[in-house]
């Protein structure tokens, strides 16, 4: 097992803030920072000491992901793990199945795209389910909102140009409905869709000054987004999503055709290995109508069912999702609290990846003495590769927090 360190992605969207204070770094950061990456995607491997995570496994696959990891998932790790840091929204965006990514990816390569071209949608043959488990107050925007309500939405805002798609999703309140309203909305033409947001804004001011309760978190996003974006499509198809608000501790799972957008926030991200994103909105990136209609899933859902079932054992909760490449658990800690057991044991079935949020965690195998602790800080990260024993956790600070992935559940088994 070896320290690890992430590596920065200074995406515009990001903190300034947030990364580099988890890191004790002097902030504000000279340029935003968006994400702490930690794993081996080729774009930005994790450092180990002497090298990086990509190289040592590519190196001693056998000893780093263990037989069943390279069995299920080839010789390389099938999760990447993110400190993510939003001070402004994402792009609008879903993911595609595990099908429709290898069917994209051949059909983006038959047809010459290069891999790192803009215009690419698909630039591997891999699905991307992904969780997300907030560090601090989380907003984002996630799956179609149950019909009626998107219908009550638009209705309270009083918007005419708006009166044809509030019938239109009334008369047919279901999946197809939705579908038949984001494509007519993400298909038309610019100006047509800055003059409809134009109108939309202006309801939304009133709306806002009438003293109503119910919509107000939805029209408050909307109206900010609609001035950073005005003449976005994304903006009236966020109109029909859950706004979801997430505290310290919860949690939301992402599955392949969920469309879905960051709002802000700080969390750590758990994603399978791959990047391949459909955007549809509220971003100057490559938007591919056509394929996002393709793996969209219209299906309304409450934001309950995108929320993950989490399960306590001592200081672990796990959170329970369906993906095979990862599982990942959240680990408190706490010195100051009579009793309570200052260390855990983990068994290291399968590669492991741990990151470090609060204080400082010391590690070592369960067979050796203290002499080989290792101490990770906040920040950083520990690696344990498959062929490492049970490892035991401890802090010496009053408090520590760490995240724990591991592979999921049907390949590596329940944790202990």
């Given at each position: 097992?070896?320290?690890?360190?992430?590596v920065?992605?200074?995406?515009?969207?990001?903190?300034?803030?947030?990364?580099?204070?988890?890191?004790?770094?002097?902030?504000?950061?000279?340029?935003?920072?968006?994400?702490?990456?930690?794993?081996?995607h080729?774009?930005?491997?994790?450092?180990?000491?002497?090298?990086?995570?990509?190289?040592?496994?590519?190196?001693?696959?056998?000893?780093?992901?263990?037989?069943?990891c390279?069995?299920?998932?080839g010789?390389?790790?099938?999760y990447?793990?993110k400190?993510?840091?939003?001070?402004?929204?994402?792009?609008?965006?879903?993911?595609?199945?595990?099908?429709?990514?290898?069917?994209?990816?051949?059909r983006?390569?038959?047809?010459?795209?290069?891999?790192?071209?803009?215009?690419?949608?698909?630039?591997d043959?891999?699905?991307?389910p992904?969780?997300?488990?907030?560090?601090?107050?989380?907003?984002?925007?996630?799956?179609?909102?149950?019909?009626?309500?998107?219908?009550?939405?638009?209705?309270?805002?009083?918007?005419?140009?708006?009166?044809?798609?509030?019938?239109?999703?009334?008369?047919?309140?279901?999946?197809?409905?939705?579908?038949?309203?984001?494509?007519?909305?993400?298909?038309?033409?610019?100006?047509?869709?800055?003059?409809?947001?134009?109108?939309l804004?202006?309801?939304?001011?009133?709306?806002?000054?009438?003293?109503e309760?119910?919509?107000?978190?939805?029209?408050?996003?909307?109206?900010?987004?609609?001035?950073?974006?005005?003449?976005d499509?994304?903006?009236?198809?966020?109109?029909?999503?859950?706004?979801?608000?997430?505290?310290?501790?919860?949690?939301?799972?992402?599955?392949a055709?969920?469309?879905?957008?960051?709002?802000?926030?700080?969390?750590?991200?758990?994603?399978?290995?791959?990047?391949?994103?459909?955007?549809?909105?509220?971003?100057?990136?490559?938007?591919?109508?056509?394929?996002?209609?393709?793996?969209?899933?219209?299906?309304?859902?409450?934001?309950?069912?995108?929320?993950?079932?989490?399960?306590?054992?001592?200081?672990?909760?796990?959170?329970?999702?369906?993906?095979?490449?990862?599982?990942?658990?959240?680990v408190?800690?706490?010195?100051?609290?009579?009793?309570?057991?200052?260390?855990?044991?983990?068994?290291a079935?399968?590669?492991?990846?741990?990151?470090v949020?609060?204080?400082?965690?010391?590690?070592?195998?369960?067979?050796?003495?203290?002499?080989?602790?290792?101490?990770?800080?906040?920040?950083?990260?520990?690696?344990v590769?498959?062929?490492?024993?049970?490892?035991?956790?401890?802090?010496?600070?009053?408090?520590?927090?760490?995240?724990?992935?591991?592979?999921g559940?049907?390949?590596s088994?329940?944790?202990?």
């Open positions: 097992m070896q320290r690890i360190e992430g920065i992605r200074p995406y515009s969207w990001g903190s300034r803030t947030v990364l580099a204070s988890l890191q004790r770094r002097p902030w504000p950061s000279e340029h935003p920072e968006a994400e702490l990456w930690f794993g081996a080729p774009a930005d491997p994790a450092r180990l000491p002497g090298g990086d995570l990509l190289t040592a496994i590519s190196v001693d696959p056998e000893g780093e992901l263990g037989a069943s390279r069995a299920d998932f010789d390389r790790l099938p990447l793990v400190v993510l840091a939003a001070d402004e929204p994402l792009s609008l965006q879903a993911h595609p199945s595990a099908a429709q990514a290898v069917d994209g990816f051949a983006e390569n038959a047809a010459g795209i290069p891999i790192d071209a803009p215009e690419r949608s698909y630039r043959a891999a699905h991307k992904e969780i997300i488990i907030a560090l601090t107050r989380f907003d984002a925007l996630a799956g179609f909102r149950e019909v009626g309500a998107t219908v009550e939405l638009l209705r309270a805002l009083a918007v005419s140009q708006l009166d044809h798609s509030v019938e239109l999703l009334a008369c047919q309140p279901d999946s197809r409905g939705l579908r038949t309203l984001f494509t007519e909305w993400i298909t038309l033409p610019k100006p047509e869709v800055a003059e409809l947001i134009s109108a804004l202006t309801g939304c001011v009133k709306y806002l000054g009438g003293g309760a119910r919509f107000r978190g939805e029209v408050r996003l909307a109206l900010t987004l609609g001035e950073r974006y005005p003449d499509a994304g903006v009236l198809a966020a109109l029909m999503l859950n706004r979801v608000v997430l505290e310290p501790g919860q949690a939301l799972y992402l599955p055709g969920n469309l879905h957008a960051y709002i802000g926030g700080a969390g750590v991200e758990v994603m399978a290995n791959s990047d391949n994103v459909l955007r549809g909105g509220l971003t100057p990136k490559h938007v591919d109508v056509l394929e996002l209609l393709r793996v969209l899933d219209f299906t309304p859902r409450a934001p309950s069912e995108l929320s993950p079932s989490a399960t306590t054992v001592g200081p672990e909760i796990v959170f329970s999702t369906p993906a095979l490449e990862f599982r990942v658990s959240r408190r800690l706490d010195r100051t609290v009579p009793n309570r057991a200052p260390s855990v044991e983990l068994d079935r399968g590669p492991q990846l741990m990151v949020t609060e204080g400082t965690i010391t590690v070592r195998s369960k067979s050796s003495g203290t002499g080989d602790m290792i101490d990770i800080p906040q920040g950083s990260g520990l690696w590769p498959a062929s490492n024993p049970v490892i035991v956790v401890g802090t010496n600070t009053p408090e520590a927090e760490f995240f724990r992935t591991q592979l559940e049907q390949t088994g329940p944790s202990i």
